[in-house]
């Protein structure tokens, strides 16, 4: 399967994704308000009516691209030749425009002008005043004047403009006076072959009421945050199930798959760490479990193994004593031999006797409560003393002893009995499977941390293929068995070493000049 990509805790998983759910939700707040922001940004907006009539395209005649400028969507601007023919109008522009006489009166963009209009009684006639004043340097100049009469008859004085006489709507333009609901200014163009355009700028004016309804349909927008709320909150639900769920599906097939007796593994589940360990530890139970398995098969066939082969040790020397005990009862065996027969039936017995007595001391050492008298001992000296009491027995035997044991002290922790024994199989091995004049070796040497034995000799050898399982029981060197012995003295002093706390191994190959050599590791003290 293949490996995903790690996670952190479940704890960093919820918390990032908390704080990334809070943040998305300040995000839809912030798109939301800004949203919302926008519209009251175009509802309280004015149009740059400087940028707008300063703009190129305005002299050009390009004005559609114009209408950016304008902002919402009352705010309009005409354009009119000379004789006050519309040109160009906006979408939003008024139907009714101002006649040429009219957009004349009408005040000039960015002037640096502006009118006042006075009204007053002259022999009890009303007449008006008008006053066109010029902006200076924090001054104020009256710069042209003119009196009308009731009849808006031009009384006194003049606008340049040759007139002698004003309609209404000219009047009140030129008193500034707009149509309702706007603010109108007019911008001259004038072409490069002298032909005149006007620009007609329309400005709403502020309706308190209007604006207010347009404030309250604008809090719909902010309504939108609820429905987008939801969203984000069901996609991390789903977000969240599939970081967690996944690997608990995947954790809890393994499980199944480990109840039905089938191969699954959990430890690559994925997910955050919680869940990743949890898989571990379920793989390295699942792995326990089959070597538990494997090794409770291994013990089944090794105690088949035992009983066959503890059978066939018994069964043979059994044999042999009833054979002959029902001989002789037979008097089938003649005077003459009977000697013979006894003496055979006795040393089957005390075959069967050793037999026996193997068996027992190997049921001790592997019993748990198996346990050493141990006491602290300078190895040096106990392998001498060991070597001189089986000095006789080995040179009986034809075998050449050849020792290397170190004068500087070795202590070690030591059973003497029980360590005794484990050398005593080692020696016995030898002189049992080998010819005369082989040469056993006995070294000792110190290390570090342990003391080293190395027990071997130049005889016969051990079969390769036995070497891996000589430590078994019931394990000789070779498959007919027939140089005696039980097959458990290895076993046993396996199991006495390891009880001292070291280990002993069989070297493969042996050293140069050695067919055989175990080597045994005690602890020093």
Not at 88 to 96: D, I, L, V
Not at 402 to 411: A, E, H, K, M, V
Request: charge should be negative.
């Amino acid at each position: 399967m293949k490996n995903k990509r790690q996670s952190g805790s479940l704890f960093g998983l919820l918390a990032r994704n908390y704080l990334l759910f809070a943040l998305v939700l300040l995000a839809l707040a912030a798109g939301v308000y800004a949203l919302w922001n926008a519209r009251m940004d175009q509802l309280y907006s004015s149009t740059d009516w400087d940028a707008l009539s300063s703009d190129p395209a305005l002299s050009r005649g390009s004005y559609a691209s114009l209408t950016r400028y304008l902002a919402g969507d009352r705010s309009s601007f005409v354009v009119t030749d000379a004789g006050g023919q519309v040109l160009y109008a906006t979408k939003y522009a008024p139907a009714a425009v101002p006649t040429a006489g009219e957009i004349e009166c009408l005040a000039e963009y960015g002037s640096q002008y502006y009118g006042d209009c006075t009204e007053f009684y002259v022999n009890g006639e009303r007449e008006y005043r008008v006053v066109r004043y010029a902006l200076g340097a924090g001054d104020e100049t009256a710069e042209l004047a003119v009196t009308l009469d009731a009849g808006l008859h031009v009384v006194d004085g003049g606008l340049k403009d040759g007139r002698t006489e004003y309609t209404q709507s000219e009047f009140s333009y030129l008193c500034a006076r707009s149509p309702k609901g706007y603010s109108l200014y007019r911008r001259t163009l004038t072409g490069s072959d002298g032909t005149v355009r006007y620009a007609l700028f329309y400005t709403p004016d502020w309706d308190e009421a209007a604006y207010q309804r347009e404030y309250e349909a604008s809090l719909r927008i902010l309504l939108l945050f609820l429905p987008l709320a939801l969203l984000a909150v069901a996609g991390f639900i789903w977000w969240l199930n599939r970081k967690i769920r996944r690997p608990l599906d995947h954790l809890n097939a393994a499980i199944i798959a480990q109840a039905e007796g089938r191969p699954g593994e959990a430890g690559s589940c994925g997910g955050p760490q919680e869940i990743r360990r949890i898989g571990e530890s379920f793989d390295r139970l699942s792995r326990q479990l089959d070597e538990s398995e494997a090794e409770r098969r291994r013990l089944d066939e090794a105690r088949q193994k035992l009983i066959a082969d503890i059978s066939h040790d018994l069964r043979t020397p059994i044999t042999v004593i009833a054979g002959y005990a029902d001989a002789i009862c037979d008097g089938k065996v003649p005077p003459e031999e009977r000697e013979h027969y006894l003496r055979a039936i006795r040393n089957k017995a005390a075959s069967l006797s050793e037999l026996i007595s193997a068996f027992h001391e190997y049921s001790k050492v592997e019993h748990p409560a198996f346990s050493l008298c141990r006491e602290s001992t300078e190895l040096g000296e106990f392998c001498r003393e060991y070597l001189a009491e089986k000095y006789d027995e080995i040179e009986l035997a034809g075998f050449t002893l050849q020792i290397s044991i170190p004068g500087q002290p070795i202590r070690v922790q030591l059973d003497g009995f029980q360590f005794r024994r484990a050398l005593d199989n080692l020696l016995s091995n030898s002189l049992r499977y080998n010819r005369l004049g082989t040469i056993l070796f006995f070294d000792v040497q110190a290390q570090e941390k342990f003391a080293v034995l190395r027990i071997g000799d130049n005889g016969i050898g051990i079969p390769a293929s036995r070497r891996s399982t000589i430590f078994e029981p019931f394990v000789v060197g070779d498959d007919s068995r027939s140089g005696g012995g039980s097959g458990l003295g290895l076993a046993i002093t396996r199991r006495i070493v390891e009880a001292h706390g070291g280990t002993i191994v069989l070297c493969s190959p042996p050293p140069a000049g050695r067919s055989t050599e175990f080597v045994l590791k005690i602890p020093r003290i």
